[in-house]
């Protein structure tokens, strides 16, 4: 069961990392996660059963992605659309789109070859994605360590500061939303290949996971360089993996979970904002 809880907080850590840097690195509220995670298991889903390589399914769906940023990051800076409406509509169109992928709501894969199906070995599953997220996390800390990452980590502190140095922070935006959402996209492919099944509703709710783990990792481990920030997430994905598992043990229905994630949202950012006023006044003091 733990080998269960730690596999899937690891795959969906990957479309956390995604969420990770659309929201805090570039600071851009993308709503369209729920329907790009889906877009990445309606693509592997149809690649899979058409015979395609699932490593090489799993690119593709993470390209898919990466258009479906570049379409919502499109929308902002050149047709001036705010960002939460523009991700707000790349997510209502991608569910079109994954129905049209996918030519139904749901697709099942249990008899075609797929990532997980490998390898009989129990810890095998476990053993690549542990693999996989050390190995992304190291990529994201090099390149987000290079004179890009850093442009693209100041667009999101100061968006002005890029400006005046005469940089194109448009297209900044979208090379990073891009990269957020392959990320999501990869994700959604690797979920819908560890079910077994890709489903057209399969992200809803996605953001609010993400979310909550991003908020509970940094409550829990903190951030002081780039490689840490990047695994805070993931630890907080496991962590908030874990606390669904126990409320389901402790008796909550599954229909509960999304009241239960927003609650714990609500109540750390308020835990935090008193700490924080208590902090001012004392200072003042």
Not at 14 to 28: A, E, P, Q, R
Not at 207 to 236: N, Q, R, Y
Request: proline share 1%.
């Amino acid at each position: 069961m733990i080998t269960s809880i730690l596999e899937q907080s690891i795959i969906l850590g990957v479309m956390i990392l995604g969420v990770y840097i659309t929201y805090k690195i570039l600071n851009f509220p993308d709503l369209s996660t729920d329907g790009t995670f889906a877009l990445g298991g309606s693509i592997v889903a149809i690649l899979l059963i058409n015979g395609t390589n699932p490593f090489l399914a799993t690119i593709i769906s993470g390209l898919g992605g990466a258009i479906a940023g570049a379409v919502a990051g499109i929308l902002h800076t050149k047709l001036k659309i705010t960002n939460l409406l523009s991700g707000i509509l790349v997510m209502t169109g991608l569910y079109s789109v994954n129905l049209r992928i996918m030519k139904k709501s749901n697709i099942h894969f249990f008899n075609v070859e797929h990532i997980f199906s490998f390898s009989e070995n129990e810890y095998f599953n476990l053993i690549f994605l542990v693999c996989f997220i050390t190995l992304l996390i190291l990529l994201l800390t090099f390149f987000f360590k290079t004179k890009f990452g850093f442009l693209l980590r100041a667009l999101g502190d100061n968006e002005t500061l890029i400006t005046s140095l005469g940089i194109n922070e448009e297209n900044l935006k979208i090379i990073g939303l891009a990269l957020g959402n392959s990320l999501i996209a990869i994700s959604g492919a690797l979920f819908a290949q560890y079910q077994g099944f890709s489903d057209v509703g399969m992200g809803i709710g996605i953001i609010v996971i993400a979310l909550a783990s991003i908020i509970i990792g940094e409550l829990v481990c903190g951030k002081f360089t780039i490689f840490s920030s990047f695994i805070t997430p993931v630890i907080g994905a496991v962590l908030y993996q874990f606390i669904i598992v126990a409320s389901l043990n402790a008796g909550l229905q599954s229909s509960d979970l999304k009241l239960l994630t927003s609650l714990i949202i609500i109540s750390i950012i308020f835990s935090k904002n008193k700490i924080n006023k208590l902090k001012i006044g004392r200072t003042n003091a």
